[in-house]
């Protein structure tokens, strides 16, 4: 590895325009992405610039994350005016915009009373739950009752933080960080019978996505849920769901697990929620939601967040979600996820098999045994999603992985009917391809 000092790193900062930013990034970044070899420079709502020009479709949204696309007059309006004002105010106050979001998401994404605590990224949301659940379980039961363990599902994804690895079901991302935080026990997503044998008394909550991301694009069963709930009250524990992949509109309602549940004959409410990516359209934002039950166990003293409800993130993160409300967005989701399930079932490809999801957040899985007889996929050594998500940005489409053998589409949620029929033919052209036609 080269010395920074002694080579072209070193360069004082008018030399920096000489340097490229794969160099830049080689020389001064973490290493700790395997990263796409393109840079780029400006966004416009579902396109994206690279530095040498090129134009992208882009239907990964940084990973479900730039719900209005990019650079949205809403939130570069909402930015401007509030950096003007008041860009950070410590939590030892009273602020105002985070007060109003906590009412929206109290009265219009939950449609329940609670409380909401705001931090900066998904996995410090997830901790926020697991740290609810066992001091709710300490204070009821006691230090010696040894209620604390937190039931995840395998394959789930819950953050990168020590405490999201471990509540984490995938092993790949435990690997090295011993000793991990104990309490945790992982089922079989969508298993009712394995969850019944694997909660106890020492069980303080139940924790899993209503659509797994990460892990596949999965969507729990209604008879998942109805198990969990069942063990919720039977054992007197949290039924916590994260939502930070799937929530705030992303599935077509403000809640993933509801529009899993409509017309399924199933109710479920849970205790707690988490939020994050798509919850303020790119701006850093976390949240989570305790039911009223429960909200005292998190008082004074037990949790905080030097950053978390800034009022400049908490006004973009209203100006988002206010756009999502106003604009006909939630609708636009399920309406184009049927125009994508009705284009994508007249295609006949071998390399294709299955298209899963809800809402804008969809995985086009495909098939092992059909890749394994394209030789260019053979010698690429890659995975079937990444090998095919690399084709997909060859032609000007960006999607991401999920897993394996899962390419997966997080279009912006006000995505147009035009920019999804171009994906939808990128993509196409990308299968044709790969099946030799």
């Not at 709502?45 to 719900?67: I, K, N, P, Q, T």
């Not at 209203?318 to 295609?347: D, P, T, Y």
């Not at 804008?360 to 998500?389: C, E, H, Q, T, Y």
Request: glycine share 12%; net charge negative.
């Amino acid at each position: 590895m080269s010395d920074p000092a002694s080579s072209s790193a070193s360069a004082s900062a008018g030399d920096v325009a000489s340097l490229s930013t794969e160099q830049l990034m080689h020389d001064y970044v973490l290493g700790n992405y395997g990263r796409f070899p393109i840079a780029f420079e400006r966004g416009e709502g579902v396109w994206l610039w690279a530095e040498d020009g090129r134009r992208y479709l882009d239907f990964s949204s940084g990973v479900a994350v730039c719900a209005l696309g990019h650079s949205p007059k809403v939130m570069v309006d909402a930015l401007a005016k509030q950096a003007a004002t008041l860009i950070h105010c410590s939590n030892l106050y009273w602020v105002r915009k985070q007060a109003e979001l906590a009412r929206f998401v109290v009265e219009t994404i939950m449609g329940r009373a609670g409380k909401v605590f705001f931090c900066n990224s998904g996995a410090e949301a997830n901790d926020g739950l697991i740290k609810l659940a066992r001091k709710r379980a300490w204070e009821k039961y006691g230090a010696d009752s040894g209620k604390n363990v937190v039931v995840t599902c395998r394959q789930s994804f819950h953050g990168r933080t020590l405490g999201g690895i471990a509540a984490t079901g995938q092993e790949k991302v435990k690997i090295g960080f011993d000793p991990l935080l104990p309490g945790f026990l992982h089922v079989p997503f969508n298993d009712p019978a394995t969850l019944r044998e694997a909660v106890n008394e020492k069980t303080a909550a139940i924790l899993f996505e209503p659509v797994q991301g990460e892990g596949g694009i999965h969507a729990a069963t209604p008879e998942f849920f109805a198990e969990a709930a069942k063990l919720r009250d039977e054992f007197d524990l949290l039924l916590m769901f994260d939502e930070v992949q799937c929530g705030a509109g992303r599935t077509g309602d403000w809640c993933g697990w509801r529009t899993i549940l409509d017309g399924s004959g199933v109710e479920v409410e849970p205790d707690a929620v988490s939020w994050a990516k798509g919850f303020a359209g790119g701006f850093p934002m976390g949240a989570l939601w305790v039911s009223d039950e429960h909200a005292s166990v998190l008082g004074p003293g037990t949790h905080g967040s030097t950053f978390g409800g800034t009022p400049l993130a908490c006004a973009v993160a209203l100006a988002v979600l206010g756009e999502i409300e106003g604009a006909g967005v939630l609708a636009n989701v399920k309406r184009q996820e049927s125009r994508i399930r009705e284009a994508v079932a007249a295609w006949d490809f071998p390399v294709l098999a299955d298209l899963r999801g809800v809402g804008l957040m969809l995985g086009f899985v495909l098939d092992a045994d059909a890749m394994a007889r394209i030789p260019d996929f053979v010698s690429s050594g890659k995975s079937p999603s990444l090998f095919v998500v690399n084709a997909s940005r060859d032609t000007g489409l960006l999607t991401v992985p999920a897993g394996e053998t899962v390419v997966r589409w997080l279009p912006p949620l006000n995505v147009t009917d035009a920019e999804v029929d171009e994906a939808l033919a990128l993509f196409h052209g990308v299968l044709s391809t790969l099946s030799g036609r």
